[in-house]
């Protein structure tokens, strides 16, 4: 998938995440550069809202830690929860990408989205719901379309807690993007069973949760709302 469709794919803006303007700076300090904090991604077009960094010559499908600064230093990061991560591609080379545009589509987070052109293929669904268990083979996720991973189940009606983690890890992508230990997405569940789907879109580092309630479901509310009612008569 192309870079500029990675930065125009998918997600809700996580409390305490800064916001950026067009134009503004957006330092870059990471391994791949020896944690230069002057290290500056490119706005591409001016005022685009649209930064992107390139880096050659590293080990070949490495794992990569950097962040997301306003400013020289680590003070001011774009995402808090961690250091932001993706992998080099087998030839050593990466382009990671930053759009700090609001993009209302269903996808989390709304903005301040981390895209990579190298993304990962082994992913599993984590959550309150499977006991955070980050390499849980029942609950790994299926290539869908494009980088788009999949994963659904069943869930009986409640509040549950959802992010997507390269298997094996704690490197996630979550409601606000690709972290290290990202910040998870809630939903809920409010019919008798519900079919749940979770999503992550590995590069355009977004994911998102669609619940529908199970065939029958409504009919049974239905009737049970009917039953009370001639109880009470």
Avoid: H
């Amino acid at each position: 998938m192309k870079l500029a469709s990675l930065l125009t794919c998918a997600a809700a803006l996580s409390a305490g995440a800064l916001s950026v303007s067009a134009s503004a700076a957006v330092y870059i300090p990471g391994a791949f550069n020896g944690w230069t904090d002057t290290t500056l991604m490119t706005e591409s077009p001016p005022a685009s809202g649209v930064f992107t960094y390139s880096a050659t010559g590293l080990a070949a499908n490495s794992f990569q830690q950097f962040v997301l600064a306003a400013d020289p230093g680590y003070a001011n990061k774009y995402i808090p929860s961690g250091d932001q991560w993706l992998t080099a591609n087998g030839s050593g080379d990466l382009t990671v990408g930053f759009s700090t545009n609001t993009i209302s589509d269903g996808w989390s987070p709304a903005a301040n989205r981390v895209s990579t052109s190298n993304p990962e293929s082994a992913w599993t669904a984590v959550g309150d719901w499977q006991g955070w268990n980050n390499a849980n083979p029942a609950t790994a996720m299926s290539l869908l379309s494009g980088n788009i991973y999949s994963y659904s189940t069943t869930l009986a009606p409640g509040s549950y807690q959802y992010k997507a983690v390269a298997t094996g890890s704690w490197n996630a992508i979550g409601s606000d993007s690709r972290s290290v230990n990202a910040n998870t997405l809630g939903f809920t569940t409010d019919a008798v069973l519900n079919q749940v789907q979770f999503l992550v879109d590995a590069g355009a580092g977004t994911i998102r949760v669609n619940v529908t309630p199970t065939p029958g479901a409504a009919g049974l509310l239905g009737l049970g709302g009917l039953l009370a009612a001639r109880r009470r008569r």
